[in-house]
């Protein structure tokens, strides 16, 4: 998996997922120092909040990190301009097309990759010029497609040229050789760094990580077309019921309003949303970022040992 550490600049070919409300400067400074590439997820941060965040990493590390974009966002502008102030080398992309930012960030030499569901938008991100692409499967936490990992990594690295990182629940080190078998340069995990001793979630949302295994959580937003994996609670219940019923969008927007921060920062395990995805069945301990790094080298060199004296 040299090509995407050659591309990054980082030791290790592992991208932390940008997790709304969790990925913030402790777990992505820890991350990209440990040899990994650690991602602000900017998500409803403004300018000022994001150049805070980017500063607070680089007080961390000097080694490679990258902030993610949720291109819908209003003020995606501004989060760009602050990104390339700040020299920030990659930016991984989400909710939309970077289309209009590409040139800009590539003439400030940052790095573009953006997360797919498919093939077809893999194809038309391939044609925008991006760096590489990150192929998300179903199986991961927060807003996901309708394909999962293996199905989707395998058909996109046929379908394109550029370097491709694979997500969705991947959480050890043979998961990695399994998906570099497949053709993958590099992954990328969300829920195994979210139960990280840097991790911001308190101890109510850390507790039901740790217990959960991988028939655990539920998909709400499929009736409307976005779909978003967590853990369930009285929350996801009285959403999945409203949905077929026929709710309206207005209402349950009006629902989740808020859900993530509240799960995150209020520790509210029953109307928070506690975003997770399948890989969480074999994580039950919270560990440094650091330990998990080295350990999933460990697994990923030992995976390869045995496959190769089998």
Known sequence: MDKICQLLGIEYPIIQGAMANVSRYQLVGAVSEAGGLGVIASGGMSADEL?????????????PFAVNLMLQMKNIEELVEVIIEEGVPVVTTG???????????????????PVIPNVKIAKKMEALGVDAIIAEGQEAGGHIGQVSTLPLVRQVIRSVDVPIVAAGG???????????????????????????????IKE????????????TTVVTGRRLGHPVRVLPNKMTEKYI??????????????LAEGAMRRAVYEDDVEEGSLM?????????????????????????RQARLKLINQ
């Open 51 to 63: 150049r805070r965040q980017i500063q607070e990493v680089k007080k961390m590390t000097r080694k």
């Open 95 to 113: 909710a939309g097309t970077p289309k209009n930012f590409i040139s800009a960030l590539h003439q400030a030499n940052v790095k573009v990759l």
């Open 241 to 254: 019921r409203l949905e077929y019923e026929g709710a309206s969008d207005e209402d349950l927007m009006k």
């Open 170 to 200: 991947i959480f050890d080190g043979a998961g990695m050789l399994a998906v570099e078998a497949l053709g993958a340069s590099g992954v990328q995990m969300g829920s195994l760094f979210l139960s990280s001793k840097e991790s911001p």
């Open 204 to 215: 109510g949302f850390r507790n039901l990580v740790l217990q959960a295994d991988e028939t």
């Open 276 to 300: 997770c995805g399948q890989s969480i069945g074999l994580i039950t301990e919270s560990q440094s970022v650091d330990a998990i790094i080295q350990k999933l080298m460990e697994e990923y």
